[in-house]
């Protein structure tokens, strides 16, 4: 009797970790069709993060080190999936890359649930101390810079038209 219980209760605990959704890292490793190089900041929105990444990608004879972004679904307790479209884009640019980007998440209705815009790049420039964005009303505000082993990146939700770089005045 006491073995029939301990079997029934294993099988209900693996039945349950089984049923477990999948964790954010199972789902940059697995479910983004790109080979994520360095995870460089998550920024939490609405039903999951929008993640900043480095992939690699060949473009002509050399690869490249091309940044974008991912929408994750989900949370910590029930599970992680990949939501956003993806693909990435590459610029070369002396100064600092701009790319911007749109997540939409619809309904089983087909109703516009959530709308993510997004504007990110790389800082090139060693001398570029901060970014700013633009919005469509003309107000700017200032992106954050994350420091990672490849580089500077910035990344900022919203409506922006476009992001310039801020480099220092040396002068005395």
């Known amino acids: 009797m006491k073995l029939k219980w301990i079997t029934s209760l294993l099988f209900v605990v693996l039945l349950f970790s089984a049923c477990s959704g999948a964790t954010m890292d199972q789902v940059i490793e697995e479910d983004i069709p790109f080979n994520v190089i360095e995870v460089i900041h998550k920024e939490k929105v609405k039903d999951g993060v929008v993640l900043l990444y480095v992939t690699k990608q060949k473009s002509g004879r050399e690869p490249i080190d091309a940044v974008t972004v991912a ?102």
């Open 71 to 172: 929408f994750l679904k989900g949370n910590d307790r029930d599970g992680w999936g990949n939501a956003g479209h993806n693909h990435w884009e590459h610029e070369e640019n002396d100064w600092m890359t701009v790319y911007k980007d749109v997540f939409y998440e619809y309904n089983h209705r087909g109703n516009l649930e959530n709308r993510l815009p997004v504007i990110y790049g790389k800082v090139v420039r060693e001398d570029i101390q901060s970014v700013v964005v633009y919005g469509e009303n003309g107000k700017l505000e200032n992106a954050p810079i994350f420091e990672k082993e490849g580089g500077r990146y910035y990344l900022k939700l919203g409506d922006y038209e476009m992001a310039r770089g801020i480099v220092k005045n040396n002068s005395k």
